[in-house]
């Protein structure tokens, strides 16, 4: 239990919260909330996706009749033939070249191209398209995300949480890395251009602007476990708990390199709160005075 003159460090913005954790943890109390601005870097990237797709009916007459027609046959006579436009045949053919599956020649006759028998086999084509995506790399939550829209920028008159604990996790540039060391982090953040077994295949990579930081906002909760007598940190973002980030500030509070009264501002009227420590602190501590009373 804490004094009876403890006071409580909650920001406003965040007591509704607060009150929300109390009433669905019976023993749980917040002893502290508190608002951090947090830096996370966000890098614009340019990726070929590769997609198969199957060949509708006019690509298949014109790329049969490359292979079955001799003499060749021009655009004009397979327009001639289908009772179309040439402008609309010689459009079709002229994508199918460029897919690299056809080849037309001078006076508009067509031939298969070395790759275009395999494609007509298969009855299609992979289809190559660009699209545009950010990376971004949370040095909290030791994660790289990527999204089809930037972050906003969250602002506000916030503590900046990297002066009270030392983020040390790196993540390299994107230049450095190769396309198989991106294309499982791509898969992992659910965007949907990299999926192998649909035939989705990122094929190319390339930094396309700076690195930006953007600021996010983070809250800290500090958790006090009635029923086990020791305190806990989670941290949050809006109502999502961030397992890993949590993790590493509990871990850091252990090894005595974080403040949670300078990190929450716990303090009592009129001395600062004597936090408990962890179950596995507080037996260590009962083993050492047992030791030193044996002897």
Known sequence: MLPASSVKS?????????????????????????????????????????????????????????????PAPTLAELADLLGLDEIFVKSTATNLANLETLEIGGYGEITIAPQGRNFFNCGGVSQAQVRSIYAVSDPLNRTVTFNFEPLAAETGDLPNLADFISLEHQISDFADLNIAEIQPLIQASGLGIHVPESGKI?????????????????????????????????????????????????????????????????????????LPKTRKQASKKKRKETESGSK
């Open 10 to 70: 909650i920001d406003p913005n965040l007591s509704s919260l607060a009150a929300k954790i109390e009433q669905q943890n019976s023993g749980l109390s917040v002893l502290a909330a508190r608002q951090f601005r947090l830096a996370v870097r966000q890098t614009p990237l340019e990726v070929a996706v590769s997609e198969p797709r199957k060949f509708n009916v006019l690509e298949e007459f014109i790329l049969r009749a490359a292979i079955e027609f001799v």
């Open 202 to 274: 990122v094929t190319k990579c390339d930094v396309i602007g700076d690195d930006l930081e953007v600021w996010q906002t983070v809250a800290i909760f500090v958790l006090l476990d009635a029923i086990e007598n020791r305190t806990s940190i989670q941290v949050r973002q809006g109502k999502q708990i961030l397992e890993t980030a949590s993790n590493l500030l509990n871990e850091l509070e252990a090894q005595q390199k974080l403040s949670l009264n300078d990190l929450c501002k716990l303090t009592a009227d009129p001395e600062i709160v004597s």
